[in-house]
């Protein structure tokens, strides 16, 4: 790193310990005040919705009981779930969607091709789950869980603000396996990312 680039970072950690007032371990673990923001998570899910209409994937939301009315091992019961055609070749999902959207009518749930749906006790990450589950099918990779989770370490690089990352840490960790570290520097400019972020948030919407 540059000298001078070294002596900028100090210069900003200093302001930090000013503005804060050297309480750098409150601002360190501030984040496990903030990872339960609705509006955080209404807006990660916004943007989750968002790709699945670029992509053109349906979003159901289902009962828990309905979506495992034929799994009687509870340990195999699923919150989401993901269905598509094996083929991509079939001209079936073609076919339903050119109705769908021609004539507006209420095609079946269980004919409606790529879908996701999400019961009750799915939240957000479940969605984004599902959504892993169905860029694997696009690009024609082999499906599994561990391979589904880590598009969400995907998802917040590409769709998100930075600063979500270090809100999120923890459910990126637990369901990516993946272990973040921030330094305290890195703590503090995401700090001061989310308190801007949330500022411009609320002015938006008090405009509109």
Request: with cysteine.
């Amino acid at each position: 790193m540059k000298l001078s680039n070294r002596i900028n970072n100090f210069l900003k950690l200093l302001r930090y310990y000013f503005k804060f007032n050297f309480n750098s371990i409150e601002i360190r673990y501030k984040y496990l005040e903030l990872y339960k923001d609705s509006t955080l998570l209404d807006y990660i899910e916004e943007k989750a919705r968002e790709l699945a209409d670029i992509e053109d994937i349906k979003i159901f939301s289902v009962l828990y009981d309905e979506l495992n009315k034929d799994e009687t091992d509870e340990d195999s019961k699923a919150v989401g779930l993901f269905s598509y055609y094996k083929s991509k070749k079939v001209c079936k999902y073609e076919t339903l969607e050119s109705e769908y959207k021609k004539l507006n009518k209420n095609v079946p749930l269980e004919q409606v091709f790529p879908r996701i749906e999400i019961t009750e006790k799915g939240d957000v990450f479940t969605i984004l789950h599902e959504l892993g589950h169905y860029f694997i099918y696009k690009t024609d990779q082999e499906q599994s869980e561990n391979a589904a989770n880590l598009f969400i370490d995907e998802f917040f690089d590409k769709y998100l603000p930075p600063f979500f990352k270090w809100i999120y840490q923890i459910e990126i960790k637990v369901r990516g396996n993946m272990d973040l570290k921030f330094t305290e520097l890195e703590c503090y400019e995401n700090w001061e990312e989310y308190c801007n972020w949330t500022k411009n948030r609320k002015v938006l919407n008090e405009e509109t």
